[in-house]
């Protein structure tokens, strides 16, 4: 079960139908913590590319993740939310860069692929089994690589209660994930990183996983 005030989700559908009917205030209240540092752990999950390639963003929100990518890359990001979408346009649309409203899981089934899939902060309100399962689903849309952000599981405060409930990872689970023709998987962790201190992504996990084509 995953919690934002009031509203529970404990399936797939409902993940999808929480975000499909979001305002505007849910993403910046989540995710705004302030706008640097949501920023900052977008570059973070970028970090994953180490050429230029297309890009691939399920959940891509607003499209804050354009701002960080390496010059040369195209993306393509899709997102269930159209007013979302809408605002990634205005902020962000450009050639080379398209923002879509569209369901991921049709893309899951559609035989597209990219070089890249930057999986950034999209687990919270989806079941943690059903995060796993698209992790795998996605890995099978990348040619050469991927990461996955998330909180790390352990370092969530048990005995006070949040205004929130979000699916988070066991560091150990998610370097354990099965991704057939991976050649190399590292974890990086928000508290290693300073400019995070005392920050909400002092929490925050990032799985890189590369093919052998990478380099
Ligand atoms: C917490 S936000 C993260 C946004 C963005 N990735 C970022 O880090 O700035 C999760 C995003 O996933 C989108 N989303 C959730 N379920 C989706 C689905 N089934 N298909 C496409 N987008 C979905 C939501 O609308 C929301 O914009």
Not at 101 to 109: F, I, K, M
Not at 112 to 138: C, H, K, N, Q
Request: net charge negative; with cysteine; aromatic share 12%.
């Amino acid at each position: 079960m995953s919690r934002w005030g009031a509203a529970v989700t404990r399936t797939p559908e409902d993940a999808t139908r929480f975000w499909a009917e979001a305002p505007r205030e849910t993403l910046y209240d989540m995710m705004e913590t302030p706008r640097w540092a949501w920023v900052e752990w977008l570059r973070v999950a970028a970090g994953v590319i180490t050429s230029p390639g297309p890009v691939f963003e399920p959940g891509c929100g607003v499209g804050l993740l354009t701002e960080v990518l390496p010059a040369g890359c195209t993306y393509y990001g899709c997102d269930v939310n159209a007013g979302y979408v809408e605002e990634a346009r205005q902020r962000g649309g450009r050639p080379g860069v398209t923002f879509e409203r569209r369901d991921l899981y049709e893309v899951l089934g559609s035989g597209e692929r990219w070089d890249w899939v930057v999986v950034t902060s999209l687990f919270g309100m989806f079941p943690e089994d059903e995060s796993y399962r698209l992790i795998g689903a996605f890995w099978d849309l990348a040619r050469l690589g991927m990461s996955v952000t998330t909180i790390d599981k352990r370092l969530i405060p048990r005995s006070r209660r949040l205004r929130h409930e979000f699916t988070a990872h066991d560091p150990d689970e998610l370097m354990a994930v099965d991704l057939a023709g991976a050649v190399r998987m590292e974890l990086r962790r928000g508290r290693e990183m300073p400019q995070f201190k005392g920050h909400h992504w002092s929490r925050g996990l990032a799985l890189y996983a590369w093919r052998e084509d990478a380099g």
